[in-house]
């Protein structure tokens, strides 16, 4: 089964009027999917918005220019869990260029996290999250654990160790490309960190796979959820 979460191509109107038309003659979403490569449910999402707005609603859309404010993603959170349509309705009905925007914003309700205002172009997290603090190795392999444990949540995991996003990216790739070795500070100390042990390695990667299992748990609870709640 493809996932919500898959990245997505951009696609140009007239692309998808061509798959459009196909749909029409009585081929299936399925097999247009199948055959054109396309993240499943695509163009069921195409042909929903094209019905009900016309082929305005197929231009290819910038997603820099996708701004949203926390009362609006409130308001669609909201519709969503009081059951006024599937996430393919709402994404439609408001305007959303994908529904995995829509999950994306339930799941962070439903974590108890802030929505917050999109933030203007040009803005990044490091702008109002400069802190670059002295970490020991032990921290750093609970910050990549934590983030791990929550889906790669860059912001989050900074925010509770108190650091910068950069540090906190920086560390998960060089734990993911080196391992446990790529999160030794090696930058000119006159007291190299003491080195793990084969075994405290060991732990360290059953750490990871520990929390690698508990987000991945969260996904399933999270997309068990979404199906009662489009089942009601």
């Given at each position: 089964m493809r996932s919500l979460f898959m990245s997505r191509k951009k696609y140009s109107?007239?692309?998808?009027?061509?798959?459009?038309?196909?749909?029409?003659?009585?081929?299936?979403?399925?097999?247009l999917e199948r055959k054109y490569n396309l993240n499943l449910g695509l163009v069921r999402r195409w042909y929903a918005a094209y019905l009900k707005y016309g082929e305005?609603?197929?231009?290819?859309?910038?997603?820099?220019?996708c701004r949203y404010s926390a009362d609006f993603k409130k308001k669609v959170v909201t519709a969503y869990l009081a059951g006024e349509g599937s996430l393919l309705?709402?994404?439609?009905?408001?305007?959303?260029?994908?529904?995995?925007?829509?999950?994306?914003?339930?799941?962070?309700?439903?974590?108890h996290e802030?929505?917050?205002?999109?933030?203007?172009?040009?803005?990044?997290?490091?702008a109002t999250n400069p802190k670059c603090r002295k970490t020991t190795l032990e921290?750093?392999?609970?910050i990549v654990e934590h983030c791990t444990a929550?889906?790669?949540?860059?912001?989050?995991?900074?925010?509770?160790?108190?650091?910068?996003?950069?540090?906190?990216?920086?560390?998960?790739?060089?734990?993911?490309?080196?391992?446990?070795?790529?999160?030794y500070d090696r930058r000119g100390r006159s007291k190299p960190e003491k080195e793990l042990t084969e075994l405290e390695?060991?732990?360290?990667?059953?750490?990871?796979?520990?929390?690698?299992?508990?987000?991945?748990?969260?996904?399933?609870?999270?997309?068990?959820k979404l199906d009662a709640v489009e089942r009601r």
């Open positions: 109107k007239e692309f998808k009027l061509s798959v459009i038309h196909e749909r029409e003659q009585g081929a299936s979403f399925y097999s305005d609603a197929l231009r290819k859309k910038n997603s820099n220019y309705d709402i994404s439609v009905k408001y305007g959303i260029n994908a529904q995995s925007t829509v999950v994306k914003w339930v799941k962070q309700y439903n974590s802030e929505l917050m205002d999109s933030r203007p172009k040009g803005e990044s997290f490091m921290e750093r392999i609970s929550n889906s790669n949540n860059y912001k989050l995991t900074a925010m509770k160790f108190n650091c910068s996003y950069g540090q906190v990216y920086s560390w998960v790739r060089k734990y993911k490309s080196q391992g446990v070795e790529g999160l390695k060991l732990q360290v990667e059953n750490r990871m796979l520990k929390a690698q299992a508990r987000q991945q748990q969260m996904e399933i609870d999270f997309l068990k």
